[in-house]
C-alpha cells in the first residue's frame, strides 16, 4: 500500500567521475516500520544508496522520498535520520552522557527533556552505570551500544546502519545482532541496514535486497510474523530462491576470487621460468 511506504527510491543514479554509474536506476520502496538490509559485496553500491538517503552523497540522477517528500536538497540534519556507523563517530571529548545529549541540544529542546531521554537511552542499551564515562573508557560493543542509543534518542523515524557490526568479534557480533534485532521490534522504527554478510542479513532482516554492480540482483519478500503491522505472507519458494540466489552469489565471488589467485600464481611463475633462463 501506497501510505505504508515510508522511504522511496525513484530511478535514482550516482556517478562520480560523470562516466561510470556507481547505483544504476535503483527502484526502491522500504516500509514503515520494516527492517531491510542492502546486501552485497565491496563496490556493489549499497553503502552509496545508504550515503545517498542519509544526504552525504547526491543523487547524480532520479529522486528520494521520505514520507512522500523529496530529499534530493534536504540537507542531512534535516531529514530527521538517526545514524549508526561502523566506527562508531562518538566525541572523544564528550562522555557517554553528552555523546547522547548533543543530537538533542542541535535540536533546541529543554534540559529537562534532554535528561530524561538520555536516561530513558541509556536504560535501554543497558549503560546506565556508563554515563559519565568516555568511548576511550569503553569496549568495541559499549561504543556501539552508545551510537546506537544516539541513533536512536531523539526518536528518529527511521535509521540508517552502515555495517555497525564489521568491527566487532564473532560472538559479540552476534550478541549484537539479537540487541538490534530486539530494539527494532519493541520500538517499530525503520532501520535500513548495510552489510556483506549474508548470514548477518538473514538472522536479522524482513527483507534483503541483493546489490551486484550498481543494481538489485534479487529481493526478498517480507516476513509474515515480524510485526503486527507485516501482514503479507512470505512464500517458502520466494525464502529459498532469495538463498539459492545468495548461495550462486558467494559462488561466484569466490570463483572469482580463486581465478585472481590463479592468475597471479600463473604471472609469479612466469616471472620465475624468466629470471631461471636469464
Same mark, same amino acid.
Given at each position: 500500500?501506497?501510505?505504508?511506504?515510508?522511504?522511496? =527510491?525513484?530511478?535514482?543514479?550516482? $556517478? *562520480?567521475?560523470?562516466?561510470?554509474?556507481?547505483?544504476?536506476?535503483?527502484?526502491?520502496?522500504?516500509?514503515?516500520?520494516? =527492517?531491510?538490509?542492502?546486501?552485497?559485496?565491496?563496490?556493489?553500491?549499497?553503502?552509496?544508496?545508504?550515503?545517498?538517503?542519509?544526504?552525504?552523497?547526491?543523487?547524480? /540522477?532520479?529522486? +528520494?522520498?521520505?514520507?512522500?517528500?523529496?530529499?534530493?536538497?534536504?540537507?542531512?540534519?534535516?531529514?530527521? +535520520?538517526?545514524? #549508526?556507523? %561502523?566506527? *562508531? @563517530?562518538?566525541?572523544?571529548?564528550?562522555?557517554?552522557?553528552?555523546?547522547?545529549?548533543?543530537?538533542?541540544?542541535?535540536?533546541?529542546?529543554?534540559?529537562?527533556?534532554? $535528561?530524561?531521554?538520555?536516561?530513558?537511552?541509556?536504560?535501554?542499551?543497558?549503560?546506565? !552505570?556508563?554515563?559519565?564515562? *568516555?568511548?576511550?573508557?569503553?569496549?568495541?560493543?559499549?561504543?556501539?551500544?552508545?551510537?546506537? @542509543?544516539?541513533?536512536?534518542? =531523539?526518536?528518529?523515524?527511521? #535509521?540508517?546502519?552502515?555495517?555497525?557490526?564489521? @568491527?566487532?568479534?564473532? %560472538?559479540?557480533?552476534?550478541?549484537?545482532?539479537?540487541?538490534?534485532?530486539?530494539?527494532?521490534? $519493541?520500538?517499530?522504527?525503520?532501520?535500513? *541496514?548495510?552489510?556483506?554478510?549474508?548470514?548477518? /542479513?538473514?538472522?536479522?532482516?524482513?527483507?534483503?535486497?541483493? =546489490?551486484?554492480?550498481?543494481?538489485?540482483?534479487?529481493?526478498?519478500?517480507?516476513?509474515?510474523?515480524?510485526?503486527?503491522?507485516?501482514?503479507?505472507?512470505?512464500?517458502?519458494? !520466494?525464502?529459498?530462491?532469495?538463498?539459492?540466489?545468495? @548461495?550462486?552469489?558467494?559462488?561466484?565471488?569466490?570463483?572469482?576470487?580463486?581465478?585472481?589467485?590463479?592468475?597471479?600464481?600463473?604471472?609469479?611463475?612466469? /616471472?620465475?621460468?624468466?629470471?631461471?633462463?636469464?
Amino acid at each position: 500500500m501506497a501510505n505504508d511506504v515510508l522511504v522511496s =527510491f525513484r530511478g535514482v543514479q550516482k $556517478s *562520480y567521475d560523470g562516466e561510470t554509474l556507481i547505483v544504476k536506476d535503483l527502484n526502491l520502496d522500504i516500509r514503515k516500520g520494516e =527492517f531491510l538490509t542492502l546486501l552485497g559485496p565491496s563496490g556493489s553500491g549499497k553503502t552509496t544508496s545508504l550515503m545517498m538517503l542519509a544526504g552525504f552523497e547526491t543523487p547524480t /540522477a532520479g529522486e +528520494i522520498l521520505l514520507d512522500g517528500r523529496s530529499l534530493n536538497k534536504l540537507p542531512p540534519h534535516k531529514r530527521d +535520520i538517526g545514524m #549508526v556507523f %561502523q566506527n *562508531y @563517530a562518538l566525541f572523544p571529548h564528550m562522555t557517554v552522557a553528552e555523546n547522547l545529549a548533543f543530537p538533542l541540544s542541535v535540536r533546541g529542546m529543554s534540559r529537562t527533556d534532554i $535528561s530524561e531521554r538520555v536516561k530513558r537511552a541509556l536504560s535501554m542499551v543497558q549503560l546506565d !552505570s556508563f554515563r559519565n564515562r *568516555y568511548p576511550g573508557q569503553l569496549s568495541g560493543g559499549q561504543q556501539q551500544r552508545v551510537a546506537l @542509543a544516539r541513533a536512536l534518542v =531523539f526518536e528518529p523515524q527511521l #535509521v540508517l546502519m552502515d555495517e555497525p557490526l564489521g @568491527a566487532l568479534d564473532k %560472538q559479540l557480533r552476534e550478541h549484537m545482532q539479537m540487541e538490534i534485532k530486539h530494539l527494532h521490534q $519493541s520500538l517499530g522504527v525503520t532501520v535500513v *541496514y548495510v552489510t556483506h554478510d549474508q548470514g548477518e /542479513a538473514l538472522t536479522m532482516s524482513d527483507r534483503v535486497a541483493v =546489490f551486484h554492480q550498481g543494481e538489485i540482483q534479487q529481493r526478498s519478500r517480507r516476513r509474515a510474523n515480524s510485526t503486527k503491522r507485516r501482514t503479507t505472507p512470505s512464500s517458502p519458494s !520466494s525464502s529459498a530462491r532469495t538463498i539459492v540466489w545468495l @548461495a550462486s552469489w558467494s559462488a561466484a565471488m569466490a570463483s572469482s576470487a580463486w581465478c585472481a589467485w590463479r592468475a597471479v600464481k600463473k604471472v609469479r611463475a612466469t /616471472a620465475v621460468n624468466v629470471v631461471c633462463r636469464r
